[in-house]
């Protein structure tokens, strides 16, 4: 059986009719949320591909703890930015949202999950680095961020990466971001989600929370005039979709399927409805080919 790869063209104007037809509600925020459309498709037997859409179900990871990204919703299942490209890529499998299954994933067991088909594939502010790729394959990147600062909104006395070195500053096991604060020498106290940095920041235990940029802005917003994000990011932190290992298919039909929501609008309509109610809109980088 050849495999039918799905042309960008004809993705396009699928998500482009969706956009000009769908009727959708809003969030609280105003900001679209339409279902992606639920295309008819083929598959190669024998690929990841087929095989979701033959189950017509697909489990993916992500946080629930992120605000604008990932966010456990008064729904029952989570909102933001990764939510929504995770709807896209099951829509172009035929897979409609209410049969996806959400898993939540933190920072320290992304890669497990992966490596032991605990979820099929995983978007969860998700910075593709070439150790995480010696154990699962990434498709995208589909944004790129920065690592940032987030202090209490009375704090003057950090304003870059540089006030970190010897402070304790909180971030989460697992993370680039850690890993990039012990690298710069600051002292960093760890914790299993970037929620549970912020009582330590209110009681001083911690000078600041670091990581992407996205992230911190989002905690901002949820906790308001409590805490602000101070000075330029101090990293590249591209996000990826984490996969098994090798599965080039895959990767490869899911960097169409991320191409294509560029041009057609779809990709910056998940945005705005999301993350775009508090950032500007950043054009997306180029999937990696490799």
């Given at each position: 059986?050849?495999?039918?790869?799905?042309?960008?063209?004809?993705?396009?104007?699928?998500?482009?009719?969706?956009?000009?037809?769908?009727?959708?509600?809003?969030?609280?925020?105003?900001?679209?949320?339409?279902?992606?459309?639920?295309?008819?498709?083929?598959?190669?037997?024998?690929?990841?591909?087929?095989?979701?859409?033959?189950?017509?179900?697909?489990?993916?990871?992500?946080?629930?703890?992120?605000?604008?990204?990932?966010?456990?919703?008064?729904?029952?299942?989570?909102?933001?930015?990764?939510?929504?490209?995770?709807?896209?890529?099951?829509?172009?499998?035929?897979?409609?949202?209410?049969?996806?299954?959400?898993?939540?994933?933190?920072?320290?067991?992304?890669?497990?999950?992966?490596?032991?088909?605990?979820?099929?594939?995983?978007?969860?502010?998700?910075t593709i680095n070439d150790t995480r790729k010696e154990v699962v394959s990434f498709a995208g990147p589909y944004?790129?961020?920065?690592?940032?600062?987030?202090?209490?909104?009375?704090?003057?006395?950090?304003?870059?990466?540089?006030?970190?070195?010897?402070?304790?500053?909180?971030?989460?096991?697992?993370?680039?971001?850690?890993?990039?604060?012990?690298?710069?020498?600051?002292?960093?106290?760890?914790?299993?989600?970037?929620?549970?940095?912020?009582?330590?920041?209110?009681t001083g235990a911690v000078v600041a929370v670091s990581t992407d940029n996205v992230i911190l802005a989002g905690?901002?917003?949820?906790?308001?005039?409590?805490?602000?994000?101070?000075?330029?990011?101090?990293?590249?932190?591209?996000?990826?979709?984490?996969?098994?290992?090798?599965?080039?298919?895959?990767?490869?039909?899911?960097?169409?399927?991320?191409?294509?929501?560029?041009?057609?609008?779809?990709?910056?309509?998940?945005?705005?409805?999301?993350?775009?109610?508090?950032?500007?809109?950043?054009?997306?980088?180029?999937?990696?080919?490799?």
């Amino acid at each position: 059986m050849k495999r039918t790869r799905i042309p960008l063209i004809a993705l396009a104007a699928v998500s482009a009719l969706a956009l000009s037809a769908c009727a959708g509600g809003t969030d609280d925020a105003g900001g679209d949320t339409s279902a992606p459309p639920v295309e008819e498709v083929t598959f190669e037997e024998g690929t990841t591909m087929a095989e979701l859409a033959d189950a017509g179900t697909i489990t993916i990871g992500t946080k629930f703890d992120q605000p604008l990204f990932g966010l456990m919703g008064p729904s029952g299942t989570p909102e933001g930015f990764d939510v929504e490209i995770g709807k896209i890529i099951a829509a172009q499998l035929g897979i409609s949202e209410d049969n996806i299954e959400w898993v939540e994933t933190v920072s320290a067991n992304r890669e497990p999950f992966i490596e032991n088909g605990q979820v099929d594939i995983v978007i969860a502010t998700y910075t593709i680095n070439d150790t995480r790729k010696e154990v699962v394959s990434f498709a995208g990147p589909y944004y790129m961020a920065g690592q940032s600062i987030l202090v209490l909104a009375d704090n003057e006395d950090i304003q870059s990466e540089e006030d970190l070195v010897g402070q304790p500053v909180c971030s989460v096991t697992g993370s680039t971001p850690a890993e990039n604060l012990a690298e710069l020498g600051a002292e960093p106290v760890l914790t299993d989600t970037y929620s549970n940095c912020l009582e330590p920041l209110r009681t001083g235990a911690v000078v600041a929370v670091s990581t992407d940029n996205v992230i911190l802005a989002g905690l901002a917003a949820q906790n308001e005039g409590e805490f602000k994000v101070v000075g330029e990011p101090f990293t590249d932190e591209p996000y990826g979709i984490g996969l098994a290992l090798d599965d080039t298919d895959f990767r490869m039909w899911i960097n169409d399927v991320l191409e294509a929501s560029y041009e057609d609008g779809t990709y910056e309509a998940a945005w705005n409805s999301t993350a775009g109610t508090i950032l500007p809109f950043v054009d997306p980088p180029a999937p990696d080919r490799y």
